[in-house]
């Protein structure tokens, strides 16, 4: 009887396996970016996630200087908020929202050639708050703000593979 569920499941690997890939499913592979080169000032977390993100996932070439890029990634702001979502009956703060906003845009070297127009992406996560629990909901807001940094930078990655000139009215 052993064997028989053993054969039993693998037949229904198979069957799985079978039907993904006439569906036409595939893992989505590497993100080309439509740049040669890139230029991403600055070196704050965001960044060099970014960058790193830019040298994995693509054959993208970072550049140190704008002028060698052919495109130029500029952030027009980063601003990370914490904001008092609700009270307890006892008037103290019982539930935060963080938000992170980033706002972008891409250009050539020149900033005459459009790629991605300013664009900006916020991200929030909501928190408990309990006065008990200091140390231990300070490290659970930075560990917050590090996943939706992860993610921030995901997002800007699926808005610069689409990228494209955009014509100048």
Same mark, same amino acid.
């Given at each position: 009887?052993?064997?028989? !569920?053993?054969?039993?499941?693998?037949?229904?690997?198979?069957?799985?396996?079978?039907?993904?890939? =006439?569906?036409?499913?595939?893992?989505?592979?590497? =993100?080309?970016?439509?740049?040669?080169?890139?230029?991403?000032?600055?070196?704050?977390?965001?960044?060099?996630?970014?960058?790193?993100?830019?040298?994995?996932?693509?054959?993208?070439?970072?550049?140190?200087?704008? =002028? !060698?890029?052919?495109?130029?990634?500029?952030?027009?702001?980063?601003?990370?908020?914490?904001?008092?979502?609700?009270?307890?009956?006892?008037?103290?703060?019982? !539930?935060?929202?963080?938000?992170?906003? *980033?706002?972008?845009? *891409?250009?050539?070297?020149?900033?005459?050639?459009?790629?991605?127009?300013?664009?900006?992406?916020?991200?929030?996560?909501?928190?408990?708050?309990?006065?008990?629990?200091?140390?231990?909901?300070?490290?659970? !807001?930075?560990?917050?703000?590090?996943?939706?940094?992860?993610?921030?930078?995901?997002?800007?990655?699926?808005?610069? *593979?689409? =990228?494209?000139?955009?014509?100048?009215?």
């Amino acid at each position: 009887m052993w064997s028989f !569920e053993r054969s039993a499941r693998a037949a229904f690997a198979g069957m799985i396996a079978a039907l993904l890939a =006439a569906c036409g499913f595939h893992l989505r592979g590497q =993100a080309q970016l439509p740049f040669e080169t890139l230029h991403i000032p600055g070196n704050n977390p965001l960044v060099v996630e970014l960058k790193r993100n830019v040298a994995v996932a693509s054959r993208t070439r970072l550049v140190d200087k704008p =002028a !060698e890029a052919q495109a130029v990634f500029g952030f027009t702001q980063e601003l990370r908020e914490k904001v008092i979502l609700s009270f307890s009956a006892a008037g103290r703060v019982s !539930e935060y929202q963080l938000r992170y906003r *980033v706002g972008f845009r *891409v250009t050539d070297a020149k900033g005459a050639q459009v790629y991605l127009p300013t664009s900006e992406i916020l991200l929030t996560r909501d928190m408990a708050f309990s006065d008990a629990q200091v140390l231990a909901k300070e490290a659970e !807001e930075a560990l917050l703000f590090r996943d939706m940094q992860r993610d921030m930078v995901q997002q800007i990655m699926r808005r610069l *593979v689409v =990228a494209k000139p955009v014509p100048i009215e």
